[in-house]
Structure formats: C-alpha cells, structure tokens
C-alpha cells in the first residue's frame, strides 16, 4: 500500500517533469524561425527528395496541398516529380535581401550547358515565418485551393496539346515531301522519329492523341481529347488542313467542322 509521503513524493516529481517539458515547450516556441536562405536551403533539399507535402509547407502552395486527399495527392505526384526533377542538385545562394515582410534570396544553378545562371527567389512573411513565393501568386492559390495544381496541369496540358499539333503538322509535311505528297499515321511518324513516342501513351501527356488518313493517303485530320476530363484536361482538339480548333465538349471528341 502507498504511503501518503510516497503520493506526495510522486506527485511532486509529476509536477516538476510537467514544468520541466513546459520549459521546453516554450523554449522550442521562442526558438527563431528560418531565415529566407535557409527556407529556400530546405525547400529545394525536400523537394528533390521528394518529401513534397513538407517542402510546400515552406510555400505559398501549402493551401493548395494540405486539402489534397491521398488519392488526389497521388494523381498530383507525377506532376511534382517533374517539379523535382527540374531542380539542379547544386543550388549555390549567394546572399539575401529583406525588406519589411518581402525578401529576395539569390541563387546560382547551372544550366544544362553547365554554366551558372543566376536567380532570384522572392519570399514573403506569413504567420511569423519565411515562405517561398509572393503575395499576389499567394492569394490565386489560397482562392483556388485543392484545385489549383489541377487548373495549373490542365493549363500547361492545354499548352503542349497546342505545340504537338504544330509539330504533327510539320511532321506530315515533311513525310509528305518524302512520300510523293502522301501522309502517314500516328505510329508511322513516331517510327520515323519526327514525333516522339509518348504522344502514343497518355502518361506524360494526359492526352490521347489520334491521326487518320484517307484511304489514298493525300489528306489527314488530328484530332486529342483528355484522358480525364478536368482532370488532365478540359479542351477536345481538331486539326486538319485549315488549322486547329478546340473547344470544351466534355471530353469528347470535337466534331470535325462542317463543309
């Protein structure tokens, strides 16, 4: 049976334990926040190890993310793997700037040519902290949330939809010049390297992309509509020999334009 001096004892030794980690707790609270190089330090060191939930938590991004399912956040992964990919593992930050709640971090990478570029990042103060980004991108993000990495991969979608086209129609005049004025399908020009072959795929596209010829072979139409509508893509595209058209028919595939 306890005594009531060993209560006591136990309840004293509680007391001090709880004042000793509310010290702590304090101390951790009071310790200083990240300076703008070092918040940019990090950024990019979470990002190319892909730890990307913590790394746009030093962004303005962060109410785009944390709203984000696991489901959404998987379909979002690929996207932030090219984010990822893009960053050089070699970021030299060769000083610093603040003025009020507005700092600038300048940073040396090298290019693909091996030389250094220098770039300046912009960071704000929210809540007390540093975080990559600035106060106009911050308030389009914090307005779309959840979905803003979605409008901003439908965007660039839309973008690289408009540019294959170009070049499937540079690719067919070419053919054509070569093949007595005929054209060809979609693998045929791939198997000649004049298109690459993930338009054949959906992955880095998100766009499935066809071409029919006549039977003769001297005209062609193009036609890409998204894999998942709003998702990868809200636009159906059209193209023939008068040029491109798009439009938003659900997903669908956009009627060819009547003669």
């Known amino acids: 049976m306890v005594s009531a001096q060993q209560t006591s004892r136990i309840l004293s030794a509680a007391v001090v334990a709880l004042l000793a980690w509310g010290s702590f707790t304090f101390a951790q609270s009071q310790s200083p926040q990240l300076s703008p190089s070092d918040t940019v330090r990090t950024f990019y060191k979470l990002m190319r190890e892909k730890k990307f939930r913590e790394a746009f938590a030093l962004s303005i991004y962060r109410p785009a993310i944390d709203p984000l399912t696991p489901t959404e956040f998987d379909d979002l992964r690929i996207d932030f793997e090219k984010m990822a990919g893009a960053i050089p593992e070699q970021v030299n930050i060769t000083g610093e700037q603040?003025?009020?709640?507005?700092?600038?971090?300048?940073?040396?990478?090298?290019?693909?040519?091996?030389?250094?570029?220098?770039?300046?990042?912009?960071?704000?103060?929210?809540?007390?902290?540093?975080?990559?980004?600035?106060?106009?991108?911050?308030?389009?993000?914090?307005?779309?949330?959840?979905?803003?990495?979605?409008?901003?991969?439908?965007?660039?979608?839309?973008?690289?939809?408009?540019?294959?086209?170009?070049?499937?129609?540079?690719?067919?005049?070419?053919?054509?010049?070569?093949?007595?004025?005929?054209?060809?399908?979609?693998?045929?020009?791939?198997?000649?390297?004049?298109?690459?072959?993930?338009?054949?795929?959906?992955?880095?596209?998100?766009?499935?992309?066809?071409?029919?010829?006549?039977?003769?072979?001297?005209?062609?139409?193009?036609?890409?509509?998204?894999?998942?509508?709003?998702?990868?893509?809200?636009?159906?595209?059209?193209?023939?020999a008068a040029g491109v058209r798009s439009g938003d028919v659900g997903g669908k595939p956009l009627p060819a334009p009547k003669n």
């Open 98 to 240: 603040i003025s009020g709640e507005i700092a600038t971090v300048f940073v040396k990478v090298k290019d693909d040519a091996n030389k250094e570029q220098a770039e300046p990042i912009t960071l704000i103060l929210t809540n007390g902290s540093w975080v990559v980004g600035d106060r106009e991108n911050q308030q389009i993000v914090s307005k779309a949330g959840k979905n803003f990495f979605f409008n901003a991969r439908i965007d660039t979608h839309h973008d690289e939809v408009q540019a294959m086209l170009t070049r499937i129609s540079l690719a067919q005049l070419l053919y054509g010049q070569q093949h007595g004025g005929k054209f060809a399908d979609l693998p045929t020009l791939v198997l000649g390297g004049l298109i690459p072959k993930d338009v054949e795929g959906t992955d880095s596209t998100g766009y499935r992309f066809r071409i029919t010829t006549s039977a003769d072979g001297m005209t062609w139409k193009a036609a890409a509509e998204p894999v998942q509508y709003g998702r990868t893509g809200k636009l159906s595209f059209y193209m023939d």
